[in-house]
Nanobody, 126 residues
Framework: QVQLVESGGGSVQAGGSLRLSCAASRDIYDANCMGWFRQNSRKEREAVAT????????RYTDAVKGRFTLSQDNAKNTVYLQMNSLKPEDTAMYYC???????????????????WGQGTQVTVSS
């Protein structure tokens, strides 16, 4: 079992920044990918970004490209999501997700991931 713990959510005004953290209970270099999804009250859970741990490549949904950036700290078993130029439409519960022990075949599909955190709320006011 792998536990994922998110932190860093909060309330900011539009144009502001937040950095989300996802700390894993297992070495992240054992993971194939780690990413973030978000969900608000009107939509299904949607993929935001993912990091392919081994190669370091990243994927972002179009809505956040150029504003959000993923990074990793192997020593802390932590993946970060730096969110800049936040918009009200970024308001959602953000979930960290990871794939251990199987293929990260489709980064944007929730069922690809076998471990999930409890979520951290991000609220952006206009």
């Amino acid at each position: 079992q792998v536990q994922l713990v998110e932190s860093g959510g909060g309330s900011v005004q539009a144009g502001g920044s937040l950095r989300l953290s996802c700390a894993a209970s297992r070495d992240i270099y054992d993971a194939n990918c780690m990413g973030w999804f978000r969900q608000n009250s009107r939509k299904e859970r949607e993929a935001v970004a993912t990091l392919y741990i081994g190669g370091g490549s990243t994927r972002y949904t179009d809505a956040v490209k150029g504003r959000f950036t993923l990074s990793q700290d192997n020593a802390k078993n932590t993946v970060y999501l730096q969110m800049n130029s936040l918009k009200p439409e970024d308001t959602a519960m953000y979930y960290c997700a990871a794939v251990y022990g199987r293929s990260c075949r489709d980064w944007s599909v929730a069922s690809t991931y076998n471990y999930w955190g409890q979520g951290t709320q991000v609220t952006v006011s206009s």
